[in-house]
Nanobody, 127 residues
């Protein structure tokens, strides 16, 4: 069992920035692949970014160049820096762990690839 807890969400105006954090069990960050997902009201959950234990990353086209996923193994924490936020970025954001694969791949923005999920943190972007 991997425990995950997100934080850092909030309300911001368009063009602003937020940094999300996801704390996990000791040692977990460097063992697994990690992803950030989001779900807006009335929409399905979508993959935003993923990172593996070597630091390779992948992003959804809608956030590429604006969001950055990173990890700090010393703090057992996953991050997502979000810049140039838009109203369409408004959603509940979740972090997730894929404990079955050592590397990211074409599957890494699919929620079915992930075994453990946090409870989510709300991000609201106003125009």
């Amino acid at each position: 069992q991997v425990q995950l807890e997100e934080s850092g969400g909030g309300s911001v105006q368009a063009g602003g920035s937020l940094r999300l954090s996801c704390s996990s069990d000791v040692g977990a960050i460097r063992r697994y692949c990690w992803g950030w997902f989001r779900q807006a009201p009335g929409k399905s959950r979508e993959g935003v970014a993923a990172i593996d234990r070597d630091g390779s990353t992948t992003y959804a086209a809608s956030v590429k160049g604006r969001f950055a996923i990173s990890q700090d193994s010393a703090k057992n924490t996953l991050y997502q820096e979000m810049n140039s936020l838009k109203p369409e970025d408004t959603a509940m954001y979740y972090c997730a762990a894929d404990v079955n694969r050592p590397r990211i791949g074409w599957w890494s923005l699919l929620q079915t690839a992930y075994n453990y999920w946090g409870q989510g943190t709300q991000v609201t972007v106003s125009s």
